[in-house]
């Protein structure tokens, strides 16, 4: 079945680049989307990208994905104290209207 | 514009009680989801509503059913609550195309005791 997968924690310190990682199994996703929860609030999304393109910038943060290993970054550079939140990976199942989430990510951004 | 509204924001029910959750956009989406947020599992689908007049099943419906009143209202509802059930539940809803942004709510913190 579809699974999406992440690390649970990562911890970075303020102006470093956080790097959050995903893999999927699904290879007929359409597309693949990262979402940002902050404490208390539901998920908003930050960014998605198109299953055909390697990457996509948007500002500070940066997609890759690599559809041979299955693989998603987020990449946020000069990372602030406000990134501190829970990322969530998730990906569209093609021909239906289900996502898949991962577990989530959450990033801790140390002053 | 609201967005995706949901209500209660918390609820604390007794094992075998039962209560619905309300969910409603103003945005004239087509499609509504229901989720279940648990610590170390991510987010899993409980039921959606592609369009108004359909729902279906997600991941994980047993004990919980769904109205799709309209196109703005999702409800979701727990006939006999029980410790199981307790999570965050989140709405969203998204356009009718495939594949599409969702849009979520702020969710309810429900606790079954």
């Known amino acids: 079945g579809e699974d999406v997968e992440q690390s649970l924690f990562l911890s970075v310190r303020e102006g470093d680049s956080s790097v959050i990682n995903c893999t999927y199994t699904d290879s007929s996703s359409t597309y693949l989307y990262w979402y940002k929860q902050e404490p208390g609030a539901g998920l908003q999304l930050l960014t998605y990208?198109?299953?055909?393109?390697d990457m996509k910038q948007d500002q500070r943060l940066t997609v890759l994905l690599n559809k041979k290993d299955k693989h998603l970054s987020l990449r946020i550079a000069d990372t602030q104290t406000g990134d501190s939140a829970i990322y969530f990976c998730?990906?569209?199942?093609?021909?239906?209207?289900?996502?898949?989430f991962g577990t989530g990510t959450r990033l801790k951004v140390l002053a | 514009n609201a967005g995706v509204t949901q209500t209660p924001k918390f609820q604390v029910l007794k094992t075998g009680q039962s209560m619905t959750l309300q969910c409603a956009q103003d945005?004239?989406?087509?499609?509504m989801y229901w989720y279940r947020q648990d610590p170390g599992m991510g987010l899993r689908l409980i039921y959606y509503s592609a369009s108004e007049g359909t729902t279906d099943k997600g991941e994980v419906p047993n004990g919980y059913n769904v109205s799709r009143l309209n196109k703005r209202e999702f409800s979701l509802r727990l006939e006999s609550a029980a410790p199981s059930q307790t999570s965050v539940y989140f709405c969203a809803s998204q356009r009718a195309e495939l594949a599409d942004t969702q849009y979520f709510g702020p969710g309810t913190r429900l606790t079954v005791l």
């Open positions: 945005m004239n989406h087509n499609s």
């Open positions: 990208i198109f299953s055909n393109m």
């Open positions: 998730a990906e569209s199942i093609k021909g239906t209207y289900k996502y898949i």
